[in-house]
């Protein structure tokens, strides 16, 4: 740490430094000099191989998110994260273990949620990502590096499954023939987007793609969504995509691994709440096939979230991090439930996209 701190020595003496947050990725920790806070991290590298490219993302999108924010007389200190260079100029720094990290100014007077306690906590987090969407929508996408290369390739995670399926190293499969049969009963719906996209009826936008919660600031007096943070997938997607993230981990009642099936429930007035959210912000900057297609976006991210926490189990559980036997098995179970009532829902689902339609765009 001591010889890590060198890097920024211009942000005076380290008088404390705790490890800080629940993120399961990077190591992060909170550091305070005699007046200001900083997060420190140690990005890591096995995920995230091309940290230029990684950190060169996040430099493009916040400076240009502090522009916007400034132009709409908002407050770019609070309303975005802003690297702090090395004392090098360099965003990152790399020690002799070969180890590289970075430092972020530390946003004041702000909290940060696990779990929404009320529907507005749930609004707010729709709504940040929906702004995100907003003051991002004239940047050119192009620009940005895959971070994770085909992240949100749905095919791709389904081809991912099938060689699970079939490579079987732990002879699981026999165990869970059941939740197969779901997945492959949908391998059509695995590439509607992805086929509406290369079609070019859903333009490619910057997308953060993983907007849960926890990776929005909100306001601590206001309890307002502030600022979206770990930008470290921000790249090139689908704004369906984003929508769908957050309805997949916030409108329903149940714990992601969930043993019983029977406590999980998809609640539309929850997806209600995200719809309104999100389009609240960026209904004005999406076209009308983009808001047609948020159902889509829920389901095929549960979908492929499901798929992946079932790779995962197929293969031994190396990706990730189980704290008991079957974690990543109840996972995949919980998503594949939520799918099949979100098709149980899907004509409401749907007309939550059609209303927004009639009632803005007339």
């Known amino acids: 740490m001591e010889q890590v701190l060198k890097a920024w020595s211009s942000i005076g003496e380290v008088v404390s430094a705790e ?7 990077n190591s992060t920790y909170l550091l305070r000099t005699q007046t200001e806070k900083y997060i420190l991290q140690k990005i890591n590298t096995n995920t995230f191989q091309d940290v230029q490219g990684l950190m060169n993302n996040i430099l493009q999108v916040t400076e240009y998110l502090r522009k916007q924010i400034t132009a709409f007389g908002g407050d770019a200190t609070r309303e975005t994260m802003q690297v702090i260079r090395c004392d090098s100029g360099s965003p990152y720094f790399t020690n002799a273990d070969g180890n590289c990290w970075r430092m972020f100014s530390f946003v004041a007077d702000s909290v940060c949620l696990k779990k929404a306690r009320t529907t507005q906590d749930l609004f707010e987090c729709a709504a940040a990502f929906g702004k995100f969407q907003y003051l991002l ?23 991912d499954f099938q060689q699970a399926v079939q490579q079987d190293k732990l002879s699981r499969a026999v165990l869970v023939q059941q939740e197969i049969d779901f997945v492959c009963k949908r391998e059509q719906d695995c590439g509607v ?18 907007t849960k919660l926890n990776n929005v600031l909100l306001d601590q007096n206001t309890m307002k969504g502030l600022c979206v943070i770990d930008l470290d997938t921000v790249m090139p997607g689908l704004a369906a995509n984003d929508f769908g993230d957050t309805v997949r981990f916030g409108a329903n009642d149940c714990a992601e691994d969930e043993p019983d099936q029977s406590k999980v429930h998809f609640l539309p007035q929850l997806y209600r709440v995200c ?49 008991r036997p079957q974690q990543n098995l109840d996972r995949a179970r919980t998503q594949f439930t939520l799918v099949r009532q979100m098709e149980e829902n899907w004509e409401e689902m749907e007309a939550c996209s059609k209303e927004y339609l009639l009632e803005h765009r007339r």
Not at 19 to 25: L, P, Q, R, T, V
Not at 139 to 158: G, M, V, W
Not at 193 to 210: A, F, I, S
Request: with cysteine.
């Open 19 to 25: 490890a800080f947050g629940n993120g399961h990725i």
């Open 137 to 159: 929508n004239q940047f050119p996408a192009e620009n940005l590096s895959e971070t994770i290369p085909q992240f949100h390739d749905t095919l791709k995670r389904y081809r």
């Open 193 to 210: 987007m992805l086929t509406m996209q290369r079609e070019g009826q859903l333009p490619l936008r910057v997308t953060h793609n993983d």
């Open 275 to 323: 719809v309104q959210g999100f389009l609240q912000q960026a209904g004005q900057t999406l076209t009308e096939q983009e808001i047609l297609t948020l159902p889509w976006g829920a389901k095929l991210m549960t979908l492929e979230c499901g798929m992946r926490f079932l790779t995962d189990y197929l293969e031994g559980d190396h990706y990730f991090k189980i704290s």
